[in-house]
């Protein structure tokens, strides 16, 4: 661990009100027979992660259906007020009738940093019309998108490298995070970063070698090094850790430890585990 900065910046956590962890827990376990084995409350998690050189925590949580994005927005300013050095990616739905008003009035808070899509549990495409008066919102406010928008682990027909393309093509410089380093199409989602420049990827959930034989990926983890090394040092500028935590279905530890064990130059743990992360909060919160 001596190569990781003094300090981390974690960019892809989830914090969520008490009970709607529960049903996600029992959605994790019931649907896709992942057993989340950091089963922790907001408090919880921000303890854990301090505790373990975490300094700033870059949360999301996300609008399943309609009428909930206003609750879960009070909820976070609440606790966005609550905690230091904490920032959020806020909920939206298009299907919600006030959907901009909600929008609008949540970005007011200084540390919300934009909005989180989960296409694949929201089922709607990046390129949904309904999308860009949004998407010209945090344009225009200097904000950004966090998307779970890859079709790993689980994919269905709303998300995938095919959909996200179709809507850089017509918002090129949308400044935006794609999640889990676009699993499970990496090669392509890394392409992107050569042509997009306000576009990052996050590490959350794809350094993890017991996937391998959980999600039968034994040929990428056969040479990770050689698979990721040359893209990873290139592209070391427009990468930020996250861990996914809680909810993870191995330890958390085991990411960094794979990214460290990868022995990649000084300089990319330094941008990809802080220099990277500060610098998009420093950009995108405040007023």
Same mark, same amino acid.
């Given at each position: 661990m001596t190569r990781l900065p003094n300090k981390i910046v974690d960019f892809h956590v989830h914090l969520f009100p008490d009970r709607m962890f529960d049903a996600v827990w029992r959605h994790f376990a019931e649907v896709y027979k992942w057993d989340v084995i950091y089963q922790l409350y907001y408090k919880e998690t921000v303890s854990h992660l301090r505790e373990r050189n975490i300094g700033p925590i870059v949360y999301s949580n996300y609008a399943h259906r309609a009428g909930v994005a206003a609750g879960l927005n009070d909820w976070n300013k609440k606790i966005l007020d609550e905690v230091e050095d904490l920032y959020c990616f806020g909920a939206f739905s298009p299907l919600d009738d006030d959907a901009m008003k909600i929008a609008r009035d949540a970005i007011t808070h200084p540390k919300m940093l934009g909005f989180k899509l989960q296409l694949l549990v929201q089922e709607h495409y990046p390129a949904d019309e309904? @999308? %860009?008066?949004?998407y010209d919102l945090v344009m225009e406010r200097n904000k950004r998108i966090l998307f779970h928008v890859g079709n790993g682990p689980?994919?269905?027909r709303f998300v995938g490298y095919?959909? %996200?393309?179709k809507l850089l093509d017509r918002y090129p410089d949308l400044p935006c995070n794609v999640a889990h380093m676009g699993g499970m199409e990496y090669?392509? @989602?890394m392409a992107l970063l050569d042509h997009h420049e306000n576009l990052y990827l996050d590490t959350s959930f794809t350094f993890v070698p017991k996937m391998a034989t959980f999600f039968g990926l034994e040929e990428i983890f056969a040479d990770l090094k050689g698979f990721w090394g040359d893209s990873l040092e290139k592209h070391k500028r427009r990468i930020v850790y996250g861990s996914d935590f809680p909810n993870l279905i191995f330890p958390r530890e085991d990411e960094i430890e794979c990214l460290v064990g990868l022995d990649l130059s000084r300089e990319f743990y330094d941008m990809v585990f802080y220099e990277n992360g500060v610098g998009l909060i420093g950009e995108h919160a405040g007023d």
């Open positions: 309904r @999308f %860009f008066p949004l689980a994919g269905n095919d959909n %996200f393309k090669t392509e @989602f």
